[in-house]
């Protein structure tokens, strides 16, 4: 019988990303995981304003651990073009998804 993969889910584990010290505390957190899902609730603003350097040091850091990471985000474009780019560069990146739902990023996390 095959063992599921344990996805942790951020805002069932009351994490969230506000600054980049909130990274390296959700780093932690899913060491003993798959991976780790988020939602865009769980994303500051700053986040998605790609100028403030919070999404480029948390997939930076996602990705030196070689921790896979899913963003639930259902409209990449909503938060401006740039992101909109971002999210599309990572449609097939081998650990951090942008997703649509998080149906689908449950199955690409459990993959």
Same mark, same amino acid.
């Given at each position: 019988m095959s063992e599921e993969r344990r996805v942790l889910v951020a805002s069932e584990a009351s994490i969230?990303?506000?600054?980049v010290r909130d990274v390296t505390d959700a780093i932690g957190a899913c060491f003993d995981a798959e991976g780790i899902l988020?939602? !865009? =609730? =769980? $994303? /500051? &603003? *700053?986040?998605?304003? $790609? #100028?403030?350097? $919070?999404?480029? *040091?948390?997939?930076?850091?996602?990705?030196?651990?070689r921790l896979r990471v899913a963003l639930v985000v259902p409209h &990449?474009? /909503?938060?401006? !073009? #740039?992101?909109? =780019?971002?999210?599309? =560069?990572?449609?097939?990146? &081998?650990?951090?998804?942008?997703? #649509?739902? #998080?149906?689908?990023? !449950?199955a690409w996390l459990r993959a």
């Open positions: 969230s990303i506000r600054s988020f939602t !865009e =609730e =769980e $994303l /500051a &603003p *700053e986040f998605f304003n $790609l #100028r403030s350097g $919070l999404a480029g *040091e948390f997939l930076q850091k996602f990705v030196n651990y &990449p474009e /909503a938060h401006g !073009e #740039r992101f909109k =780019e971002l999210a599309y =560069e990572h449609r097939t990146h &081998p650990l951090v998804r942008f997703v #649509r739902t #998080r149906a689908e990023a !449950e």
